[in-house]
């Protein structure tokens, strides 16, 4: 009992990184239908960014901040000079899918040119808090408390300003908010910025948990769109709960009485995500929608 | 005869390059009538209405609205300009609550949302009753009063509707028919494709029968469905009657 409460305080951890980064992935997706495999290598950037300003001497909180700008920057940006200009020249889904995933090459091996393929710290992990039922590290208590603060300003935003409001209205019919004076092409930027700050932010929770290194946003690219598919894609509600799902199955599946070594437990995660969908095609709170 | 309102002429229109759907229509809506566009399956009725809206790709002639020149105008400018419409599918914002439906009507002025709703909610009391309800869950009667609504938050001065009834139970088609009527009543200028053709020309200022992308018909909605030649062709011959009917 006590293994399995600390084995899913540790899915809370990982499952958190894993919904900053769902929920940014899942905005895009609802307004664009854009299935953006850079998304990884956008929390590495954002975990970089990071790194350079802790290594010029600032601390963490500090050099989070121009982090997240360069991450909503980066995104703003492209939407500016690659995917804007490609969608009116009328690209496909699979022609855009294709091309993210040059995208998510040429951020990685950019960064790896850059970084080099060492590992990076923002500085020690602390020693272990013990909670009494379950110990975590100080390091993992920012990550979920963090990640919850973030993720409640997202929901906040979403459901109660005007633009938030806008955001859901594009995800749920294009044309219409179009023909309701909504103006697309401005609120679709601000999702990019919205999306970019909060993948930065994301990657500096996962670069939190011990290392930073250049493929670390890709490694865990799979398990975000676990979290985005079991949750219902384009949903961000469903994005949070499904990526707390994948984070505390694949932690619990390392459990002694399992016995299953602790390399399969993303197979795990997979496993259950195949399961829901088979009850449930459109994911926990996705609607049917043809794609 | 009041101020034209709209203008269309020679207009041409069409989704794929070099095939035109519009063939050079002529159209005008004056301020508060209610206009009628009929005609067969594939007349280019909807296409018609949509390029009015910029939402088809316009090809030639002009459109004009207020006295300015809007051939072609990005839809937006054209919600602000003070035209309004409602698509006839897929015209609300499901998983939207009908008061988020409503606001996002709105979208270009959140000022006036108060009182809109207050004058809204007293056309539609129903909704009212459903302003925290999603959209979706609701049934197609309903959802059309939430898209009628949405259309007419930011006071347009004409309504594009495409096919209103299309998908509604008998029931239901009277009430939306009925609702229309009373948003015209109100100083609204309706320009409505309808598929139900006795009932739209019935209670229309103006008719306009489409074929074939091009004028057929044209003149007061009752005189259309007294004219044999638009009966025989149009509407279903004379024996089925129903032309006092309205």
Redesign the interface.
């Given at each position: 009992m006590e293994e399995a409460l600390q084995l899913i305080a540790n899915g809370v951890v990982i499952g958190s990184v894993i919904a900053v980064a769902a929920v940014g992935l899942t905005l895009v997706f609802g307004i664009l239908r854009l299935i953006n495999f850079a998304h990884g290598d956008f929390l590495t950037l954002g975990a970089f960014a990071a790194v350079v300003g802790t290594g010029a001497g600032l601390p963490l909180y500090v050099a989070a901040i121009p982090a997240i700008l360069v991450g909503a920057g980066v995104m703003g940006g492209l939407e500016k000079v690659l995917w804007g200009p490609m969608r009116r020249r009328g690209a496909s889904t699979v022609n855009l899918l294709i091309i993210s995933i040059g995208l998510a090459l040429v951020l990685r091996y950019t960064l790896f040119w850059i970084f080099g393929s060492g590992v990076y710290r923002y500085g020690p992990i602390s020693q272990r808090i013990d909670f009494g039922l379950f110990a975590l590290t100080p390091q993992d208590v920012i990550i979920v408390v963090g990640s919850a603060a973030a993720l409640f300003g997202v929901a906040l935003m979403l459901q109660k300003t005007?633009i938030g409001?806008?955001m859901?209205?594009l995800?749920?019919?294009k044309?219409?908010?179009?023909?309701?004076?909504?103006?697309v092409n401005r609120v679709t930027m601000i999702t990019w910025l919205i999306a970019g700050a909060l993948t930065a932010y994301g990657g500096i929770m996962l670069g939190l948990q011990g290392r930073v290194f250049a493929n670390m946003g890709w490694f865990l690219l799979l398990l975000i769109f676990a979290g985005v598919i079991l949750g219902g894609i384009g949903s961000a509600y469903g994005a949070m709960i499904g990526s707390m799902i994948i984070g505390v199955t694949q932690e619990l599946a390392t459990h002694s009485a399992i016995g299953l070594p602790s390399d399969l437990k993303t197979g795990v995660a997979f496993l259950v995500l195949i399961l829901v969908l088979l009850v449930r095609p459109q994911g926990i709170m996705g609607?049917k929608q043809a794609l | 005869m009041a101020d034209v309102l709209l203008e269309a002429r020679d207009l041409r229109a069409g989704y794929v390059p070099e095939v035109d759907i519009v063939r050079g229509c002529d159209l005008d809506v004056a301020e508060g009538d209610l206009v009628s566009v009929i005609g067969p399956n594939g007349a280019g009725k909807s296409t018609l209405i949509k390029s009015l809206?910029g939402?088809v790709p316009v090809r030639g002639g002009t459109v004009r609205f207020k006295d300015e020149d809007v051939t072609g105008a990005p839809?937006?400018r054209l919600?602000?300009a003070g035209i309004g419409?409602v698509?006839q599918t897929?015209?609300?914002?499901?998983?939207?609550t009908v008061e988020?439906n409503l606001?996002?009507?709105a979208?270009?002025r959140?000022r006036i949302l108060e009182d809109r709703y207050e004058e809204l909610f007293e056309w539609f009391p129903i909704l009212a009753e459903r302003r925290k309800q999603r959209a979706?869950t609701m049934s197609g009667g309903q959802r059309q009063l939430v898209a009628l609504a949405?259309a007419l938050m930011?006071q347009p001065s004409l309504l594009l509707l495409d096919e209103p009834s299309a998908g509604l139970s008998p029931a239901n088609v009277d009430v939306i028919f009925e609702r229309i009527q009373l948003i015209n009543s109100k100083g609204v200028a309706i320009l409505m494709v309808e598929q139900n053709a006795r009932r739209a020309l019935a209670m229309s200022d103006r008719g306009y029968v489409l074929e074939m992308g091009q004028n057929r018909f044209t003149g007061p909605g009752k005189e259309l469905l007294n004219d044999p030649k638009v009966i025989d062709l149009y509407l279903g011959g004379r024996a089925s009657g129903g032309a006092q009917s309205a």
């Open positions: 005007r409001k806008a859901r209205a995800s749920d019919n044309d219409l908010a179009e023909a309701s004076g909504i103006d609607r | 809206f939402l839809t937006h919600v602000a419409y698509p897929e015209n609300v914002f499901p998983t939207l988020e606001e996002m009507g979208y270009l959140p979706g949405r930011l």
